[in-house]
T-cell receptor, first 113, second 116 residues
Framework: DAKTTQPPSMDCAEGRAANLPCNHS???????VYWYRQIHSQGPQYIIH???NNETNEMASLIITEDRKSSTLILPHATLRDTAVYYC??????????????FGKGTRLSVIA | DTGVSQDPRHKITKRGQNVTFRCDPI?????LYWYRQTLGQGPEFLTY????????KSRLLSDRFSAERPKGSFSTLEIQRTEQGDSAMYLC??????????????FGSGTQLSVL
């Protein structure tokens, strides 16, 4: 699976949009971009995933560039409860079964009141 | 609570002792994963099961580690002759739809192991 690069930390003011970037310049055609987050003392939690189109759900939006070499996770109105480590993961989807998620170090997002 | 359950939440042991952790996945989830996480790092993949079959093991999983999922439901992870380097959070996750893009992993809260 392709590697990802994320900034180690970011701050965001409460109520503002949090934009978390991820670089995955070696991504291949059958690899999807997944985002998970991990709040302190909990296991990771699925947020969103996509292939090439932008995606939105109740938690966040995912913007993937046209060349698919980078993406941005957007939390539209960050709250203090969004303080967590956010992981961007590139993963192969296969008919024989998906590859395991490979986590990097992620971005530590601190939402500040 | 219908989420992934792990037991115990915390385990303190002395070096050289054996420990066993249990994971109860979400009912009917056919895939079960084990990960390990140390402070400041992301979770590292250890192994996974599809039903009762162990399909892949990471090179991180030394001979002292063994995992089972005998009936395709709960799973156990045993560490023999524990070492201080085994101190970590051990996370379990389960999923369904493993051949589609809709596969989502649901993680438990983990077992924190401290080896003294």
């Amino acid at each position: 699976d392709a590697k990802t690069t994320q900034p180690p930390s970011m701050d965001c003011a409460e109520g503002r949009a949090a934009n978390l970037p991820c670089n995955h310049s070696t991504i291949s055609g059958n690899e999807y971009v997944y985002w998970y987050r991990q709040i302190h003392s909990q296991g990771p939690q699925y947020i969103i995933h996509g292939l090439k189109n932008n995606e939105t759900n109740e938690m966040a939006s995912l913007i993937i560039t046209e060349d698919r070499k980078s993406s941005t996770l957007i939390l539209p109105h960050a709250t203090l409860r969004d303080t967590a480590v956010y992981y961007c993961i590139v993963r192969k989807i296969r008919n024989s079964g998906n590859t395991p998620l490979v986590f990097g170090k992620g971005t530590r997002l601190s939402v500040i009141a | 609570d219908t989420g992934v359950s792990q037991d115990p939440r915390h385990k303190i042991t002395k070096r050289g002792q054996n420990v066993t952790f249990r994971c109860d996945p979400i009912s009917e989830h056919n895939r079960l994963y084990w990960y390990r996480q140390t402070l400041g790092q992301g979770p590292e993949f250890l192994t996974y099961f599809q039903n009762e079959a162990q399909l892949e093991k990471s090179r991180l999983l030394s001979d002292r580690f063994s995992a089972e999922r005998p009936k395709g439901s709960f799973s156990t992870l045993e560490i023999q002759r524990t070492e201080q380097g085994d101190s970590a959070m051990y996370l379990c996750a389960s999923s369904l739809e493993v051949r589609t893009t809709n596969e989502k992993l649901f993680f438990g809260s983990g077992t924190q192991l401290s080896v003294l």
